[in-house]
């Protein structure tokens, strides 16, 4: 297999690298029949990228996080809504066509379709021999590819170096050994294997049932033996329950007798109760007869007294009446008496009502008089104060003007001193002309001054005279306070007397009404001591009342007498019958009877429930030999599982990795070591050689299954792990392995990719050892009689020493100037 072209469509990485959503590269053209071809590049050009799509498998191996389904995803690998990666490739002369379109459009979707190019130069989609056909599905796509190519695992493993790539000394058991069985074909093998393993499994969960079914079973028989054991002495409690149920009969039929005898006796009383029975209800009748006489002789005594409880009641309510009525015009007339309390002061009062309100007036008056002279003191103050104003107005501008004349004098007494006065320049002097015009202002500003000390001369004489004015005023304000003091006591004299001469009409009113309630008084007077209240027809009532309550009382003692006779009369009829027949022996005959009957049915159910368990205690043996044959079947087809799951188990170890395929590993061993340290000699010389182990040797000295590299040094003449070696020599060691694993799996399976891939994986080799490692490269292509190998380095020296290069700069350089086209072009667009 090697790739012919790539197409890649919205994959982040050229996009970032190269500023391309598109990139095609034809490799038939660019490398033609080169057997090394470098993917050149600064970092972050995309080579990663390029070389992680040159296979067909949907996943770019040094993106992935782990191996297998759910360690990589296109989704973060791609910028564009709908990506794709279009890939033709060769193998074994087919020319076959991988086409992955990658949508994330909201919902993401993969369709991967594998085509082959027929005779006549058209894609038709591959077809497996089940007929299986690649329809667009990602697990179709898969099963294709690796019929076509083998597993994912092994091409990873053998003919792509990834960055990041996991060294075969880090591969636990189960994983080496499971890759060098693809690579030795054993996948049959492991097949038959896992279908033991499922025999196996099915075994066990089938014997996990019989064994279930066991304990089932034997719960049964324990059951079944407790019940056993239960019924124990069945037969003798038989024969003891059946003479239980003989003597309980007997006793049945002893009292069914007694209950006969007191049954005929009763019937020979009848007669005798009959009688007594006529003479009880006789009784019975007189007593009710008595009793509603009585009754009805009560209802009328009851008639009469509440009516008499209805007379007493009128009189209490008239009498309750007259009281309330004497209370409240007693009341009534106290509070007269205390209106009237005030008469006396009310007249005066009124009296003195016109001279109080006449002398509050005249302090009324008093108190405006008052507050003029203390207005008149404010506004004394206020002129006082207007005038100091003044008068400090007027120095200031007396002072103003004393300073004018002055300056004015001054300027004056210039026109002496000038040495052009009298001369021809004296019209020209600014000096001169100066003092004449103050010469000329000089009168004003004496008047100024003058006409100043008079206003100031005149406000001063105001101003005293406000000041005697102020002083004969002074005491103004304790004058109002005063006034207005003595007016509050006179308006509140004068209101008071208002108040209570108001209150005559109100003496006048209680004198009238203490006269009416007196009159009112004399009329509820209570009746005399030895008197009653009470009107002639409640008088005749009571006497009516008490004649019927005496004429009741003797009909009732009549009527008790007559009953009372009767009574007696009766009382001794009854006692003259024979005693009555006792009910309480018929009574205790039939409680007797009902118990003996229990008895006699609890024997019978005893002696049947006994009869019963005799039945089940027979049944039960038959069970317990039932179940015990089950089991011991059971017992025997549980052995013959466990026999044949022994056989299962063994034959699965047989067929796993540590069985036929251990062995085949342990017969390629030395074959992979051999290719090993052909590359290694060739390559780097004789000092280092290899070998694998498959037997490891545990703390104990025992030997178990595993996997280990062991790397002998010819130059110290020590053996040690491939872990304990440095980074360097793990590198190429670690490399020649994974090419003898590519030249075994050509030499011997027959499965030749014909494309080998590296990615950086030079990086921590020395330059010596990194030109050993490219002579390594080309004797892989010769060993394995590959096609060609292309790989990724950051040495350029390397890099030169490949038959081809593809340059990626200078693709991103050629894409530069269509992209600010593009841009340019956009621009006058816009």
């Known amino acids: 297999m090697f790739p012919l072209s790539l197409t890649l469509k919205g994959f982040r990485g050229i996009r970032d690298g190269l500023g391309l959503d598109v990139l095609t590269l034809d490799l038939e053209r660019l490398a033609g029949e080169a057997a090394l071809v470098a993917l050149a590049g600064a970092n972050g050009r995309g080579k990663s990228t390029i070389l992680d799509n040159l296979h067909p498998f949907l996943t770019m191996p040094s993106r992935a996080s782990a191996a297998g389904a759910g360690g990589f995803s296109y989704y973060d690998q791609v910028c564009l809504a709908e990506a794709e990666k279009d890939l033709v490739w060769l193998h074994e002369g087919r020319r076959y066509r991988s086409h992955v379109v990658i949508r994330d459009t909201g919902r993401r979707a993969t369709d991967a379709f594998l085509f082959e190019a027929g005779s006549d130069g058209r894609w038709r989609p591959v077809e497996l021999p089940d007929g299986t056909v690649s329809d667009g599905k990602t697990g179709t796509y898969v099963r294709c590819v690796e019929h076509v190519l083998g597993s994912a695992e092994t091409f990873f493993t053998s003919a792509f170096s990834a960055q990041g790539k996991r060294q075969l000394s880090s591969y636990q058991n189960g994983e080496i050994k499971t890759l060098l069985a693809d690579l030795l074909g054993q996948e049959e093998i492991r097949n038959e294997g896992k279908k033991a393993g499922q025999v196996a499994d099915l075994l066990k969960a089938g014997l996990v049932a019989f064994r279930q079914q066991q304990a089932t079973l034997d719960e049964q028989i324990e059951r079944i033996g407790r019940e056993h054991r239960r019924l124990e002495g069945a037969n003798e409690r038989v024969r003891e329950r059946a003479a239980a149920w003989k003597a309980a009969q007997s006793t049945l039929e002893t009292t069914r007798e007694r209950l006969a005898q007191h049954r005929a006796a009763r019937e020979q009383a009848s007669g005798t109760e009959a009688a007594r029975t006529r003479l009880a209800g006789e009784r019975a009748t007189l007593i009710r007869a008595g009793k509603d006489a009585i009754e009805a002789i009560g209802a009328q005594e009851k008639s009469q007294r509440d009516r008499l409880e209805r007379l007493e009641q009128r009189i209490g309510t008239r009498r309750t009446q007259r009281s309330a009525r004497l209370q409240a015009l007693t009341r009534q007339r106290r509070q007269c008496e205390a209106v009237l309390e005030h008469e006396v002061g009310v007249r005066r009062v009124g009296r003195r009502l016109v001279l109080a309100e006449a002398v509050a007036a005249g302090r009324t008056a008093r108190v405006r008089a008052a507050r003029e002279q203390v207005q008149e003191l404010a506004r004394c103050d206020s002129a006082m104060e207007a005038a100091g104003l003044r008068v400090k107005t007027i120095e200031r501008e007396a002072g103003q003007a004393a300073l004018r004349a002055e300056d004015l004098a001054r300027r004056f007494g210039l026109a002496r001193e000038v040495p052009c006065s009298g001369t021809d320049l004296q019209g020209q002097c600014k000096l001169l002309g100066d003092a004449r015009e103050a010469q000329a202002l000089m009168p004003s500003a004496q008047g100024a001054i003058r006409r100043l000390a008079d206003d100031k001369t005149a406000t001063q004489r105001q101003a005293d005279a406000l000041a005697v004015r102020r002083r004969a005023l002074d005491a103004a304000p304790q004058a109002l306070s005063w006034a207005e003091f003595r007016e509050s006591v006179a308006r ?118 006994a009869v019963r368990d005799v039945e089940s205690r027979a049944a039960l043996d038959r069970q317990r030999g039932e179940r015990r044959r089950e089991r011991q079947e059971l017992g025997a087809h549980i052995a013959r599982v466990e026999a044949q799951l022994g056989s299962w188990n063994l034959l699965t170890k047989c067929l796993s990795n540590d069985g036929v395929i251990a062995l085949a590993i342990d017969d390629a061993g030395p074959a992979l070591a051999g290719l090993a340290n052909d590359l290694l000699l060739a390559c780097y010389g004789a000092r280092f050689t290899v070998s694998l182990l498959t037997q490891l040797e545990t703390r104990k000295g025992e030997q178990r299954e595993g996997f280990a590299i062991e790397v002998h040094d010819g130059k110290s003449g020590q053996s040690k792990r491939v872990e304990q070696m440095s980074g360097g020599e793990r590198v190429w060691i670690n490399e020649c392995l994974v090419r003898a694993v590519a030249l075994y799996l050509a030499q011997n399976s027959g499965r030749c990719y014909g494309t080998l891939f590296s990615d950086e994986a030079d990086g921590a080799l020395d330059p010596s050892r990194k030109r050993m490692f490219m002579a390594m490269k080309r004797e892989v292509l010769r060993l394995g009689g590959y096609v060609r190998e292309i790989y990724i380095s950051q040495t350029p020296e390397l890099t030169a020493m490949a038959d081809a290069v593809i340059d990626l700069d200078g693709v991103a350089t050629a894409a530069m100037p269509r992209a600010s086209r593009a841009t340019n072009c956009a621009a006058g667009t816009a």
């Open 492 to 609: 509140g004299r004068a209101e008071q007397y208002g108040r209570l001469s108001q209150r005559a009409g109100e003496v006048d009113q209680a004198r009238l009404r203490c006269e009416e309630i007196d009159g009112e008084l004399v009329g509820l007077q209570a009746p005399d001591e030895g008197t009653t209240d009470e009107t002639a027809e409640e008088v005749a009532e009571r006497r009516d009342i008490a004649a019927t309550l005496d004429e009741l009382a003797a009909r009732h003692q009549q009527q008790a007498k007559y009953y009372r006779q009767s009574l007696d009369r009766l009382d001794e009829a009854l006692a003259a019958l024979p005693p009555a027949f006792d009910e309480r022996r018929l009574t205790a005959a039939e409680r007797a009877v009902t118990e003996a009957q229990a008895a006699a049915g609890e024997a019978e159910r005893a002696h049947l429930q």
